[in-house]
């Protein structure tokens, strides 16, 4: 039997640190969800990636059940972790805040490659690579 969808709601919450506070109090509460639910199944889902930001995708049911998928982390945030960054650079066509070799796009791409809309390394390495240079982080010239 098939549940009809109310609704989906994205969220972006730290992994294993889901609370009833704002975003997710609000979010879920709105449409009837059980919070401490949510809380303590995502918690236990993403203990193994504490200090992690997972974006989180939650299917809600008319019944007022919900199910959700979590996705990889931001790629923003996986290129800071790689290169050891606080934070990418306010001015990114003036201001570099550092580099990034082929290898730490491969890295990065193959963590994220599962949400990402590319067939090959390759392509998912070029993404990468854009939203590093975005970030005011200097790339290696792919061709």
Known sequence: MNKEIQTVIKLQIQAGKANPAPPVGPALG??????????????DKTRDKMGEIIPVEITVYTDRSFSFICKTPPASFLIKKELGLKKGSGVPQKDKVGSITVEQLE??????????NANTLEAAVKIIAGTAKRMGIETPDLV
Do not use: R
Request: charged content about 15%; proline content about 8%.
């Open 107 to 116: 890295n990065v791409a193959k963590v994220k490659m599962p949400d990402l």
């Open 30 to 43: 709105q449409h009837g969800i059980p919070i401490q639910d949510f809380c303590t199944q995502f918690n």
